[in-house]
């Protein structure tokens, strides 16, 4: 069976065991699953560095440079960073202006 809100569980879960409500609740909301008007959003998947890497096509290390240097929007989770992917799609816009959204 395949869940497509398995890793959204396994990491609330997670951060729910860690102690680390806040993150939990602006990760609900990032996706659209909490707060006022709270719906499934398919464009509000968490991402791993390892998965925003991949989808932007840079180091995973760039990835993290990105967040530091605030051109790229993440959610903190306990200890762990998730990208929302409207966050990826900003960043691929102001990047690459003249394209579409890339696969």
């Excluded at 102001?94 to 696969?103: A, G």
Aim: glycine letters at 8%; zero cysteines; aromatic letters at 4%.
């Amino acid at each position: 069976m395949d869940d497509p809100l398995f890793g959204l569980r396994k990491l609330i879960a997670d951060a729910v065991e860690e102690g680390a409500w806040r993150g939990v609740l602006r990760a609900l909301r990032e996706v659209g699953l909490a707060g006022r008007g709270a719906t499934l959003n398919p464009q509000g998947r968490l991402l791993t560095a390892e998965e925003a890497a991949a989808r932007l096509k840079i180091p995973r290390k760039a990835v993290y440079e990105l967040v530091r240097t605030g051109a790229l929007r993440s959610v903190r989770i306990g200890r762990r960073l998730r990208f929302p992917e409207s966050a990826l799609m900003v960043w691929e816009q102001e990047t690459h202006p003249d394209t579409e959204n890339r696969p």
